[in-house]
């Protein structure tokens, strides 16, 4: 069976406009590292968190080792975020301090930023 030389276009043309789908799509779902590092500095979270030291809180690499492979890690920690939970500073209780922004987006930016770290 011979395949017309439109046929073969056709398909060439999906199978390369599958595998720029196939390679955006990881590109989609990362955080925009600027964004969430601005969010970061907006919030003063440097006080008590570093990327990769632990400060009066946990780094974000301890974090996000933390949460590896958890299902729902991001909810999880998207509301850690954004509720003012209680957490434990020097052996005390005290209020952990919600993201000043009420964009779900931009919080959840910030949620992957330190999920990937």
Do not use: F
Not at 92 to 105: F, I, N, T, Y
């Amino acid at each position: 069976m011979r395949v017309s030389a439109s046929i073969t276009t056709a398909l060439a043309a999906a199978a390369a406009a599958l595998v720029l789908l196939v390679a955006a799509a990881p590109a989609a779902a990362q955080a925009d590292a600027d964004a969430a590092q601005a969010l970061l500095k907006k919030n003063e979270c440097g006080k008590c968190h570093a990327v990769d030291k632990k400060k009066e809180g946990p780094s974000y690499k301890e974090t996000a080792a933390k949460r590896k492979g958890q299902a729902g890690a991001e909810d999880a920690l998207y509301k850690h975020l954004t509720s003012n939970p209680k957490v434990k500073v020097d052996g005390k209780e005290e209020e952990h301090k919600a993201l000043k922004s009420k964009d779900e987006a931009e919080a959840r930016n910030l949620v992957r930023w330190i999920l990937t770290r």
